[in-house]
């Protein structure tokens, strides 16, 4: 069961994975919840890349052109 919006609820898995979920031993719950917290990350990270796209590029522009400000203090 899954806990959505104060309420209870079914989430479906496909019965195979489910058997070899069970016969690994995994705990299922902790897996759907590090797989969901993955997703969300990895959702959250796009949508960051798409928002600040432009800041981004213009900031690869800026040391395409200029270089790393303060290299020549780089002692790589």
């Not at 994975?17 to 590090?34: F, I």
């Amino acid at each position: 069961m899954v806990q959505t919006s104060g309420r209870r609820g079914d989430v479906p898995i496909d019965r195979r994975l489910l058997a070899e979920a069970n016969d690994l031993k995994l705990d299922v719950t902790r897996a759907a919840e590090d797989g969901i917290a993955r997703a969300i990350r990895a959702e959250k990270e796009r949508l960051w890349r798409i928002e600040n796209a432009e800041a981004i590029a213009a900031s690869n522009d800026y040391l395409e052109r200029h270089g790393l400000p303060l290299a020549k203090y780089r002692l790589f």
